[in-house]
Every structure is written in structure tokens, then in C-alpha cells.
């Protein structure tokens, strides 16, 4: 099984932080693949940035072509998911709701702990995208400057820990997610700190990633996530736009 792990920054530092945690969990035989977007932003933050940020996932997507089992966008906004699903037959999982899902099963409501407050409207927006408002006790946000996006979690640690117990305590949260590709790996080094279940979204993504990949559910022919028709398509990278235009690659554009 080949799962492509797709951070749509470009920040190959926490690709490497994704890649980590992942691979932790990651069963026997599975081979998780990371790739670092080569343009764009080096962290996704604000709701333009993941429009960006989506845009150029879904080209990294169809760069992959069909040569994985399963596609994870390691952005915990989750953007262009809803796109991907549309255009691939693939499954796709994204940070984001893998996380808040998994912390459905654990709990009754969930808090999202992250690391700096731009990312709280696009959280928020997550949320209620996947349907999830009722089931979320609130989103905490550090204030405050970091020194680098790569080092956040070891600089925030004590802080993110302290952020936790409080949606713990005045949020009367079940489960905590510790929230923001920077953080990959983080709740298993403060699990043991924070008195309720703490998820981590790229352990969460590449569990449920393989799952897909062994059910292999049907690519849909009707409903909301059925393939677009084709459309011409102009300037776009070519591998996405054959995707778009229903045709191989190597036909060119028609």
C-alpha cells in the first residue's frame, strides 16, 4: 500500500515533522510517501492562503497521478479536500476532519488547541465545514509571536499543554486536538500531561488513510462527489488540467 502524505506548504521541515509522526503509526507494509509543495506559502494561516494552498494540492494530487492507494493533505484546514474528492478516485483524507472524527469517537466534544490566533476563523470555518459545530467545545489559540514555524511545538510545548487543560476546565471538552501541521507529533510526547484523550491529526489521517485504501469504496457516478464533466481548461498545470479535461497526459491539451 502507497499512501501519498501532500503538505501544500513549503516548509519541508514539517513535512519532515508529518513524515515522523506518521510513520509511527503507519502498519507494516505501508509505505507513506512526503511531498513538500515547491511554491506558495511556507505555512498556510489565513482563509486566502488555503485557498492557494488548495489550488496547488490539487495539482500535486494529479502530479501523483493514480500511483497511490490513498492521498492525505497534511494541512489541518483541510484545503482543496473537497475538490480532490470530486476529481480522483482515490481516497483523500484530510487532517482536519480525520482528527475531529476520530476525536468523535472518544468523546462528545472536542477542542482544537493551536498555536497562533490568525488560524482560528479558518479553523472555526473547518469545523463547521465538516458539520461538526455541535460536536466542538471551542477553538484556543496561543497569543504571541514564534521563532520558527519548524521548532513551534518545542518552543510552545509548556504553553499548548497549559492552552489544553483550560478547554479542558472552562470548555468542559471530552477530547483535545492539538491542532496545525507544526504540532505532528506533539501529542504523543504530552499525552500523559493532559487529563483527557489527546489526538494527533497526522496519526489520525494515515489510520483512516489506510482504511479507505483496504475498504477501496467506489468512486462515485452520482451525488455530490461524482467526477465533473469534462471541461477545456487554460494555463493550468498540465497534469491537472488533463485531469480536468478528462484525457492522459500524454495526449496534450485538446
Not at 521541515?13 to 512526503?34: F, I, M, N, Y
Not at 483541510?78 to 481516497?91: C, M, V, Y
Not at 469534462?230 to 488533463?242: I, N, Q, V, Y
Amino acid at each position: 500500500m502507497k499512501i501519498l502524505l501532500l503538505n501544500p506548504n513549503t516548509t519541508a521541515a514539517v513535512t519532515d515533522l508529518l513524515h515522523a509522526a506518521g510513520s509511527k503509526v503507519v502498519s507494516a507494509g505501508t509505505e507513506l510517501v512526503p511531498v513538500t509543495a515547491s511554491r506558495g506559502v511556507p505555512y498556510i494561516a489565513t482563509r486566502a492562503e488555503a485557498q492557494i494552498g488548495g489550488a496547488i494540492a490539487l495539482e500535486m494530487l494529479a502530479e501523483a497521478g493514480d500511483g497511490c492507494d490513498a492521498a492525505i493533505i497534511a494541512a489541518f484546514g483541510d484545503p482543496g479536500l473537497f475538490g480532490a474528492r470530486e476529481l480522483f478516485s482515490f481516497p483523500v483524507v484530510g487532517l482536519a476532519e480525520a482528527a475531529m472524527l476520530t476525536a468523535c469517537m472518544v468523546g462528545r466534544r472536542f477542542a482544537i488547541v493551536t498555536f497562533a490566533g490568525v488560524l482560528t476563523p479558518w479553523y472555526e470555518e473547518c469545523v463547521a465545514m465538516h458539520g461538526l459545530t455541535a460536536r466542538c467545545a471551542g477553538v484556543r489559540a496561543l497569543d504571541g509571536a514564534f521563532q520558527s514555524i519548524s521548532e513551534v511545538q518545542a518552543e510552545k510545548e509548556e504553553l499548548l499543554v497549559a492552552l489544553a487543560k483550560q478547554a479542558v476546565e472552562q470548555d468542559h471538552a471530552d477530547v483535545v486536538i492539538l491542532s496545525g501541521a507544526p504540532l505532528a507529533g506533539l501529542a504523543a510526547k504530552v499525552r500523559d500531561r493532559i487529563p483527557v484523550p489527546v489526538i494527533d491529526p497526522v496519526a489520525a489521517a494515515v489510520r483512516q488513510a489506510e482504511t479507505l485504501a483496504v475498504l477501496r469504496p467506489r468512486k462515485a457516478v452520482a451525488g455530490t462527489f461524482r467526477r465533473p464533466d469534462p471541461k477545456p481548461t487554460r494555463g493550468l498545470a498540465e497534469p491537472l488540467a488533463a485531469v480536468i479535461e478528462h484525457r492522459s497526459p500524454k495526449q496534450g491539451a485538446r
